[in-house]
Nanobody, 116 residues
Framework: QVQLVESGGGLVQPGGSLKLSCAAS????????MSWYRQAPGKERELVAA????????NYADSVKGRFTISRDNAKKTVYLQMNSVTPEDTAMYYC?????????WGRGTQVTVSS
């Protein structure tokens, strides 16, 4: 059974840090590009960051460049999102995605709220 389970979300103060994790099972994790997306209330889901199958290549949304870091551990079948210097605009449900196109797989998300 394919599963993507996000964790690590919560309430964080502006300027703080948070690390999200996405644990995968049920498919060949190392063969899939992994991504983090987010969706704020009333807004469309947007790509935050993506990492290649080997972890050597990454790309980021302009809004998070220099603040967020995506990484993966193929041995642990886990992808991470380190979030630093967060702002209230980073408040959203964060989703993990494996692959793309019709065969893409999504997790159920983890909520991140940035507030003082």
């Amino acid at each position: 059974q394919v599963q993507l389970v996000e964790s690590g979300g919560g309430l964080v103060q502006p300027g703080g840090s948070l690390k999200l994790s996405c644990a995968a099972s049920g498919f060949t994790f190392r063969s899939y590009v992994m991504s983090w997306y987010r969706q704020a209330p009333g807004k469309e889901r947007e790509l935050v960051a993506a990492v290649s199958t080997t972890g050597d290549s990454t790309n980021y949304a302009d809004s998070v460049k220099g603040r967020f870091t995506i990484s993966r551990d193929n041995a642990k079948k886990t992808v991470y999102l380190q979030m630093n210097s967060v702002t209230p605009e980073d408040t959203a449900m964060y989703y993990c995605k494996a692959g793309g196109g019709p065969s893409r797989m999504w997790g159920r998300g983890t909520q991140v709220t940035v507030s003082s």
